[in-house]
């Protein structure tokens, strides 16, 4: 299986500012790479799909960026409704595994 | 607009099973593949396997073999994941979600099944 780490586990930052999370596969993946949004007490939203494709209706601070090994996801500029937990997910081989999550708060 | 939406939530005893639903809306029903997820309580995500709409074809996470049947009724577009055998680690939510374009793009909003005697 393929095993996916994020850094870091947690992140406390200001509004407005820059954060980026970054996502490391045991093995290289192609493109079939997303990253997700979720908030308590409910379902994970698509934000990036195909390591660096903006999902329709997703803000334009957050974009994606990567290949083979290392991922990451950045917001530019944080937002108060950017609180959740951030997941990547690999989607190159089964079983399809996903990170442990970035828990992203505000300062 | 796409929905997908699940059954309530369900307390089982250890050993019981598990039959949860997923019907999809505002879409073609036999165009996407549907994949099940679940998430323990305080936990990360973990995928447990797909269903073909069309086809009925379907596979599952080497840990669930022999333990998760998915199926579908096409006339009603839902399918369906039934776990077996279920223990207290069965504890979790689990979600039904569509793949578009080599990602999960619209998720069911979580059924969550309680394992307690």
């Known amino acids: 299986d393929i095993q996916l780490t994020q850094s870091p586990s947690s992140v406390s930052a200001s509004v407005g500012d820059r954060v980026t999370i970054t996502c490391r596969a045991s093995q290289g993946l192609s493109n079939w790479f997303a990253w997700y949004q979720q908030k308590p007490g409910k379902a994970p939203k698509l934000l990036i799909y195909?390591?660096?494709s903006l999902h329709a209706g997703v803000p334009s601070r957050f974009s994606g960026d990567g290949s083979g090994t290392e991922f990451t996801l950045t917001i530019t500029s944080l937002q108060p409704e950017d609180v959740g937990t951030y997941f990547c997910?690999?989607?190159?081989?089964?079983?399809?595994?996903f990170g442990p999550g970035t828990k992203v708060e505000i300062k | 607009q796409v929905q997908l939406v699940q059954s309530g939530a369900e307390v089982k005893k250890p050993g019981a099973s598990v039959k949860v639903s997923c019907k999809s809306s505002g879409y073609t029903f036999s165009d996407h593949y549907i994949h099940w997820v679940r998430q323990a309580p305080g936990q990360g995500l973990e995928w447990m396997g797909w269903i073909n709409p069309e086809s009925g074809g379907t596979e599952s996470a080497q840990k669930f073999h022999g333990r998760v049947t998915m199926t579908r009724d096409t006339s009603l577009s839902e399918v369906y994941m039934e776990l077996r055998g279920l223990r207290y680690d069965d504890t979790a939510v689990f979600y039904c979600?569509?793949?578009?374009?080599?990602?999960?793009?619209?998720w069911g909003q979580g059924t969550l099944v309680t394992v307690s005697s």
């Open positions: 195909d390591a660096h």
């Open positions: 997910q690999q989607l190159n081989n089964f079983p399809f595994t």
């Open positions: 979600v569509r793949i578009r374009r080599g990602a999960f793009d619209y």
